[in-house]
């Protein structure tokens, strides 16, 4: 920043003494001014945090100068509701919403060059969103916004049977601690999606989600199923695989049942009847052979 100065003042242009401690004034004036001038930088991407982990959303002054004497605040909506406050040379954790009292930590190792970090413990889903970073001086002051995404990785799908119906098999499929919102699927071993019966998600007291979804499994229906489920923040999705052999089918047709227990005793009854008419034809056989040696021994 230049600026030209000129003199009109009788006085200035009769005394050059005068002259000069005027103009070193207004140059020591103008240069400590743009010395105090700054820009807030952030990160110039979206930091991500899987829920339950701890966040560290940094920024610094350009161009590099003392902050320790500046009031550092970290705040989302409302100025007025810091997030964390550094002020007077020191953190001030009474002035902290409610929400982060006891969560935060300011990082203050590089603050004579202008450098800090806010680091959040135990992030949760409504830490999602964006943040902002404000530097006040004496004389100017700026700040730089930071967006924070908070991402849930859940567990792995648990497919288990539900109950029995006339059409077939009532599979259910559920799977917690997502966020954001998941998208859960069946498919069969090749990748083909498969109809749900129904998709439920909810959203639990701490912001994570769990998805339930079901299906009917049929005989003449794909019996390898597999279930999946992904968020658009995380690219890995949880998946689980069920192979239903053919006696479940069994006990979800009560006359398929007694059909088959009916002709299992009906073959056990049928082997046990010949096993024993086979025992008598024998004995039977036995008898009259040796009735015939005692004739033959009585004729002679």
């Known amino acids: 920043m ?9 006085c200035a242009t009769g005394n050059p003494y005068l002259s000069s401690y005027l103009i070193f004034f207004f140059t020591v004036h103008v240069s400590t001014q743009e010395r105090e001038n700054f ?6 991407h979206t930091i991500m945090v899987s829920a339950g982990e701890d966040a560290l959303l940094p920024c610094h002054l350009s161009p590099k100068m003392n902050a320790q004497k500046m009031e550092v605040r970290w705040y989302r909506s409302k100025f007025s509701e810091p997030v964390h406050l550094y002020q007077d040379e020191k953190d001030q954790p009474e002035q902290q919403i409610p929400n982060y009292q006891g969560r935060t930590e300011l990082l203050k190792d590089g603050i004579v060059n202008g450098s800090v970090a806010l680091r959040i413990h135990s992030i949760t889903p409504s830490d999602h ?5 404000f530097f006040r001086s ?3 002051y700026a700040e730089a916004i930071l967006e924070l995404n908070v991402a849930g990785l859940g567990s792995t799908p ?7 119906q006339s059409g077939g098999i009532h599979m259910v499929c559920e799977s917690a ?18 109809p749900s019966l129904t998709e439920k998600i909810i959203q639990h007291d701490n912001g994570l989600f769990e998805a ?3 299906i009917i499994v049929t005989e003449t229906s794909s019996q390898d199923l597999s279930c999946s489920v992904k968020t658009s923040l995380l690219n890995p999705e949880k998946e689980s695989v069920v192979y239903i052999a053919d006696p479940f089918f069994l006990r979800g047709y009560p006359f398929k049942v007694a059909m088959y227990i009916l002709l299992v005793v009906v073959g056990l009854l049928t082997s046990t009847a010949s096993y024993l008419f086979w025992k008598q034809h024998k004995a039977k056989e036995a008898h009259a052979a040796e009735k015939g040696k005692a004739l033959l021994w009585e004729l002679q």
């Open 177 to 194: 601690g997502w966020y954001p919102k998941p998208q859960a699927q069946w498919t069969d071993l090749s990748g083909q999606r498969l």
């Open 138 to 140: 004496s004389s100017f």
């Open 2 to 10: 230049k600026m030209r100065i000129s003199f009109h003042s009788h």
């Open 39 to 44: 820009q807030v930088i952030g990160p110039d």
């Open 129 to 133: 969103g964006q943040f902002v970073c």
């Open 212 to 214: 339930q979804i079901s």
């Open 158 to 164: 648990r497919i288990t049977i539900d109950s029995y």
